[in-house]
């Protein structure tokens, strides 16, 4: 059980626009930042937010985050087929002292 | 460009050690925490422990607390995880990892090595 809450799973058609959602708790999201990762199948995590809506420089402004209170999202529109991959959220959290993450959302790109 | 190539992964009997590290470069070594984080096969990620960038503070997962140890060598720009008391649920891919900010999470990843727990 992830300490950090995603669905298990999105899908939407290329072009379109999909939400993935990150629920938390105040000793994690609620104080500390979100940050969001992509991994393809058979590599490393990738950053893809950070700081709760920051872009690492090469990563498309196709995606976006944000937060508010104990929540978290990352939008992705224009969808594209090589975004299918796994979405993993991430934070810092006060009481456990250490990184937690969320379960991962699996997006396919109908 | 940052770069984190990790070594050590094998196959080891329950009960056994293991010793990975992780050599970074790239970057200002001793400036930044470093975390080791695995993934066990089909599973999502885990976060293992963490080291400050002058070593002087580590902390860990309960799954492995007491069995794991993680150092840095600053000279060396070489971050490490020792692995004792291995169980079968300690199977996975272990990814070094660069913290972007204080202990994390994460801007840069390594690219995993394979630790497989078998009786």
């Known amino acids: 059980q992830s300490v950090l809450t995603q669905s298990p799973s999105a899908s939407e058609t290329p072009g379109q626009r999909v939400t993935i959602s990150c629920s938390g708790s105040?000793?994690?999201?609620?104080?500390?930042?979100v940050y969001w990762y992509q991994q393809l199948p058979g590599t490393a995590p990738k950053l893809l937010i950070y700081?709760?809506?920051q872009r690492p420089s090469g990563v498309p402004d196709r995606f976006s985050g944000s937060k508010s209170g104990t929540s978290a999202s990352l939008a992705i529109s224009g969808l594209r087929p090589e975004d299918e991959a796994d979405y993993y959220c991430?934070?810092?959290?006060?009481?456990?002292?250490?990184?937690?993450f969320g379960g991962g959302t699996i997006l396919t790109v109908l | 460009e940052v770069q984190l190539l990790e070594s050590g992964g094998d196959s080891v009997q329950p009960g056994g050690s293991l010793r990975l590290s992780c050599t970074a470069s790239?970057?200002?070594?001793?400036?930044?925490?470093m975390s080791w984080v695995r993934q066990a096969p089909g599973k999502g990620l885990e976060w293992v422990s963490v080291?400050?960038?002058?070593?002087?503070?580590?902390k860990y997962a309960a799954s492995v607390k007491g069995r794991f140890t993680i150092s840095r060598d600053n000279s060396k720009n070489i971050l490490n995880l020792q692995m004792n008391s291995l169980r079968a649920e300690d199977t996975a891919v272990y990814y070094c990892?660069?913290?972007?900010?204080?202990?994390?999470?994460?801007?840069?990843w390594g690219q995993g090595t394979l630790v497989t727990v078998y009786s």
């Open positions: 990892a660069k913290a972007e900010y204080g202990f994390g999470p994460f801007d840069y």
């Open positions: 790239g970057f200002i070594f001793n400036a930044y925490a």
């Open positions: 080291i400050s960038g002058s070593g002087g503070s580590t």
């Open positions: 105040t000793s994690n999201i609620g104080s500390n930042f």
């Open positions: 700081r709760n809506n």
């Open positions: 991430a934070a810092w959290d006060d009481s456990l002292s250490g990184v937690v």
